[in-house]
């Protein structure tokens, strides 16, 4: 007989306001929930689906709500119609903005970046589906991605400076030189000239090519996979992807030797003994 009387912990409790994300119904794009891969596709196809005010802060509180989630493992993003995303809408945001001050342009910025912060900080990896035009804020949701897959077709732009502005917009300046490095960041962000399919594959924008009829299934097919592995190990090696951004190498190596530590508490590191020793594929639950 027990004699502990401890107090009992709700895991409702330290779930806080975590819930399916396959209830989310979105209003200004296509979502939806499948066996554990969520997908986004842009849905104004006949403008090359921009984003507007509204999609922009569905798409933040949508990847914000994904942080709680546990019914999604891996994310998808893609365009409908043969485009990924021709960024701010002109006639929606563009002409809005200039007849705005400076405190409202402020919320407005930070708003977008948001959208970045929420991308990055949800645990699971998104795979963005790249065809056709891929511009403007359109390549900043590619570029926070964390796995690209496009077509040689595809052409994504930083055009920021070709509408007045600087490059530096939702975190670009930041991470495209981490992606594709520092002379060939600021080639984009100062010109803002597009980058065609096969030179961003060869530069590491792009992780593969794909033609333009197998991209949705390729990049599916990814997902999937990312979603049949070790999920919450997964979620620990995207936060430290971008943590280890602004630590020495010294406080890398600790804090990936901690995260590594608690991964080893998991059940799927026990699972995938298991399976080795069984001589079979592991199956991963993700705890």
């Known amino acids: ?49 921009p984003l507007t005010f509204d999609s922009y802060a569905e798409l933040r509180d949508l990847f914000g709500l994904l942080k709680h989630a546990d019914d999604v493992h891996a994310v998808l993003i893609a365009g409908a119609g ?28 930070r708003m977008t970046g948001d959208l970045v912060k929420a991308m990055r900080a949800c645990p699971q990896p998104i795979v963005a589906a790249i065809d056709g035009i891929c511009a403007g804020a359109g390549a900043i949701v590619a570029m926070a991605s964390d796995l690209r897959l496009g077509t040689a077709r ?19 300046c930041a ?7 520092q002379g060939r960041a600021s080639e984009l962000l100062y010109t803002g000239r597009p980058m065609g ?13 794909c033609t333009p009829e197998a991209l949705h299934d390729e990049a599916l ?5 990312l979603r049949a592995g ?34 080893m508490l ?11 020793v069984d001589k079979r594929r592991p199956v991963f639950e993700g705890n």
Not at 154 to 172: E, I, P, Y
Not at 197 to 209: S, V
Not at 266 to 276: C, H, I
Request: contains cysteine; aromatic residues 8%.
């Open 1 to 49: 007989m027990s004699n502990d009387t401890s107090p009992r912990v709700d895991p409702a409790l330290l779930a806080g306001n975590r819930r399916p994300a396959s209830e989310y119904r979105a209003a200004h794009f296509l979502w939806q929930v499948d066996s554990g891969v969520g997908t986004v596709t842009l849905n104004r196809p006949e403008r090359k689906n």
């Open 82 to 109: 043969g485009n990924f995303c021709s960024g701010g809408d002109v006639h929606e945001i563009i002409g809005p903005l200039v007849r705005l001050k400076a405190p409202e342009l402020l919320m407005f910025t």
């Open 154 to 172: 595809s052409r994504t732009a930083f055009l920021f400076n070709r509408v007045g502005l600087a490059g530096c917009d939702m975190g670009a």
């Open 175 to 181: 991470m495209l030189p981490r992606i594709i490095g």
């Open 197 to 209: 399919g096969e030179e961003a594959e060869r530069w590491g924008f792009l992780n593969r090519l």
């Open 221 to 225: 097919a990814l997902a999937r996979e």
């Open 230 to 263: 070790p999920t919450f190990a997964n979620g620990i090696t995207k936060a430290m992807l971008h943590q280890e951004w602004a630590m020495t190498i010294e406080q890398a190596i600790e804090a990936e030797a901690q995260a590594q530590a608690i991964c």
């Open 266 to 276: 998991t059940e799927d590191f026990s699972r995938a003994y298991r399976a080795f």
